[in-house]
C-alpha cells in the first residue's frame, strides 16, 4: 500500500545526470571568446552629464519665457 505522503515527486529526481554544457551564464574557455569589462562609470557620468544638460537647458527656457 502506498505511503499517504507520497507526493509523486521522484519522477523528477530519478533522473540520469546529463553531461554539463554552456549556459549564457557561464563564459566559455578560451583565448577569444573573452568578454569585454563594461563601462558602467563611463555610462554612469554619460547619463548624468545629459540630466545636467537637460536640466540646464530647461532652466535656460524657462528664464527666457518669464
Same mark, same amino acid.
Given at each position: 500500500m502506498?505511503?499517504?505522503?507520497d507526493t509523486?515527486?521522484?519522477?523528477?529526481?530519478?533522473?540520469?545526470?546529463r553531461e554539463p554544457? +554552456?549556459?549564457s551564464f557561464t563564459p566559455i574557455s578560451g583565448p577569444f571568446h573573452r568578454r569585454k569589462?563594461?563601462?558602467v562609470w563611463i555610462k554612469a557620468v554619460l547619463i548624468? +552629464?545629459?540630466m545636467a544638460g537637460l536640466g540646464w537647458s530647461l532652466?535656460?527656457?524657462?528664464?527666457a519665457m518669464g
Open positions: 502506498k505511503d499517504e505522503y509523486n515527486l521522484g519522477w523528477w529526481t530519478d533522473r540520469p545526470d554544457r +554552456a549556459s569589462a563594461e563601462r548624468v +552629464a545629459l532652466l535656460n527656457l524657462a528664464r
